[in-house]
């Protein structure tokens, strides 16, 4: 549950302190920003958020999501590219963590929201008049239906048809 309505915040980390595999916003210059504008497809790129893939001393390579292409005629497929971002090219990096507290009170108030609903629309449902049921039921009104019916051997079998 806490993976389909988390609530995340970021943190800040140093570049030595980002695990493969740990997600991350990454703030960068201007000048790396018209570095890495072309790999990633927009020239307006002063914040990189994706996953760490390596990291030696600082020196990491970010994959970035850049975009969606279809693929024939139902599928989507993510185009990712990765991004080599130096020490000196970050202004600031953080790290993306579940934020707990905002989760729980995310999922208890949706949870409360959908008591309050059903709790509502069963008191809707309820008897107007709790005590009082009808001594007779109501009346039914038949309406009589005329219905004909056809039947070709009712000219063949007669007496005197057909001759």
């Known amino acids: 549950m806490a993976t389909l309505i988390?609530?995340?915040?970021?943190?800040?980390?140093?570049p030595a302190a980002a695990l493969p595999g740990t997600e991350v916003?990454?703030?960068i210059t201007g000048a790396a920003s018209d570095r890495v504008g072309p790999l990633v497809?927009?020239?307006d790129t002063r914040v990189l958020v994706g996953s760490v893939v390596e990291n030696s001393n600082g020196m990491m390579t970010v994959e970035v999501p850049t975009g969606r292409m279809p693929n024939?005629?139902?599928?989507?497929?993510?185009?990712?590219?990765?991004?080599?971002v130096a020490p000196t090219d970050l202004v600031g990096l953080e790290q993306r963590k579940l934020?707990?507290?905002?989760?729980?009170l995310l999922g208890g108030g949706l949870t409360a929201?959908?008591?309050?609903?059903?709790a509502l629309a069963l008191r809707a449902a309820a008897d107007p008049q709790p005590g009082k049921l009808p001594t007779d039921p109501p009346p039914i009104t038949r309406i009589p239906i005329l219905s004909f019916a056809f039947d070709p051997r009712w000219f063949i079998?007669?007496?005197?048809?057909?001759?």
């Open 6 to 14: 988390g609530c995340y915040s970021y943190q800040t980390i140093t």
């Open 25 to 27: 916003r990454a703030r």
């Open 41 to 43: 497809g927009s020239f």
């Open 72 to 84: 024939v005629t139902e599928s989507v497929v993510r185009l990712h590219a990765r991004v080599p």
């Open 99 to 104: 934020d707990v507290g905002r989760t729980v």
């Open 113 to 118: 929201a959908v008591g309050v609903g059903v």
């Open 157 to 163: 079998d007669r007496p005197g048809a057909g001759r």
